[in-house]
């Protein structure tokens, strides 16, 4: 495999002439990437350094994955211009199981070492973070951009945001990394690890970072925004948010998620085929072959889909239909008042605009909120 198949679509590859030094060592890299647990799906936009990943364990090196379970207690502040909400050690520990299963859609598991990273930092005592500490200047941390915005900004920067870093930069020292992957946000970080492993004696990590995949809307991706395409999300879904990706877009996705050109012709099979590729690489062929003609019939020719949830129909005559919405699809009557009328939910098919419905009207009846949102109401 060429240098350049295991840097595709990286922005930094550094320092320079690095990779080759390494690859001269004659024996399988270390390659480590982290994540901090903050949210229990892993989207695509965390699958790009995966991939990098997944391009040196095919060519016979080891893939380090640090679940961040004791730095997700502090919150990593690249690109933040607030300090990110602490989550629960519950909260941490779940995220945390169904991380790997997911990461393992990309990554080579058997070429895989799966560490936490409060193995070593759960055990530092207060003479090592000093020691820690030392090797970089509050001035440094200063000129980092998302600090120097809200330093300038007078908003609150925590002592815990500024050893963020330094404690990403220790997981390298503690598992001896020979090449780090991230995104363009950590490259801070990345380097942090650099200076550690040289304060400690060791022979500096190349750092690797790739670009940020924007999400289906054009902003950040983001879980908190929902617009993302989960690693782990129902066929279904996964394709539905594909398709929801703009032209202008196109290219970007087919670069980064497929690590292809897009092909001539029109954006719509393009999109088309990122989609397949998309629950394919998730779900297997037969998966993305049924998201497809679910996408077909239920989006593009209106229909419902082949199975629909049943939800027994309330009592009394006529049904408020809002009721009915915010038990079927987890609305607030608020919300299902204004689909209704925005002529977006429809009883058989046929659009409503009436909040109370004979009851007789909604035996049996497949009432759809949205384009994608279905339940047949049982009862007589």
């Known amino acids: 495999m060429s240098i350049e198949t295991l840097t595709r679509n990286a922005v930094d590859v550094l320092p320079d002439g690095a990779l080759e030094t390494k690859l001269k060592l004659g024996r399988p890299l270390r390659v480590k990437f982290g994540i901090d647990v903050t949210a229990p799906d892993v989207h695509i936009g965390n699958a790009i350094p995966l991939q990098r990943m997944r391009a040196f364990q095919d060519e016979g090196h080891l893939g380090v994955l640090i679940i961040g379970d004791y730095t997700t207690r502090i919150g990593d502040p690249s690109g933040r211009s607030a300090e990110r909400p602490i989550l629960s050690p519950d909260e941490i520990d779940q995220n945390a199981q169904t991380y790997l299963e997911q990461a ?9 070492e799966v560490r936490h990273n409060g193995e070593w930092l759960g055990k530092l005592d207060f003479a090592e973070v000093l020691r820690i500490t030392r090797t970089v200047t509050v001035a440094q941390m200063l000129e980092r951009d998302d600090f120097a915005k809200r330093y300038s900004a007078q908003a609150p920067i925590s002592v ?11 997981d390298s020292v503690a598992i001896e990394a020979d090449v780090e992957l991230g ?40 879980a908190s925004k929902g617009n993302y395409i989960g690693l782990a999300e129902p066929p279904e879904e996964q394709f539905g ?12 996705y087919y ?45 593009r020719e209106g229909g419902a889909p082949e199975e629909v949830p049943e939800r027994a129909l309330p009592q009394g005559d006529p049904v408020h239909l809002p009721t009915v919405l915010a038990d079927a699809f987890g609305l607030s009557t608020s919300e299902a008042r204004r689909l209704i009328a925005q002529g977006g939910v429809k009883i058989d098919g046929t659009v409503v605009g009436e909040l109370d419905v004979p009851r007789q009207t909604l035996v049996d009846a497949i009432v759809q909120a949205g384009k994608r949102r279905f339940v047949r109401l049982a009862g007589a």
């Open 104 to 112: 393992a859609r990309v990554i080579d598991l058997e070429r895989t």
């Open 160 to 170: 815990s945001e500024l050893l963020y870093p330094l404690m990403q930069g220790f």
């Open 183 to 222: 995104g363009t946000d950590q490259l801070y970080n990345l380097l942090a690890g650099r200076a550690l492993q040289e304060a400690y004696g060791q022979e500096p990590q190349l750092v690797l970072t790739t670009p940020l995949l924007l999400g289906f809307d054009g902003s950040k991706m983001s």
């Open 241 to 252: 948010k594909a398709m929801r990706i703009s032209d202008e877009m196109l290219g970007d």
């Open 255 to 299: 670069r980064l998620v497929m690590q292809a050109d897009v092909t001539a012709g029109e954006p719509m099979e393009a999109k088309l085929e990122l989609a397949r590729f998309i629950v394919r690489r998730s779900w297997g062929e037969e998966a993305a072959a049924q998201a497809e003609a679910h996408f077909t019939r239920v989006v």
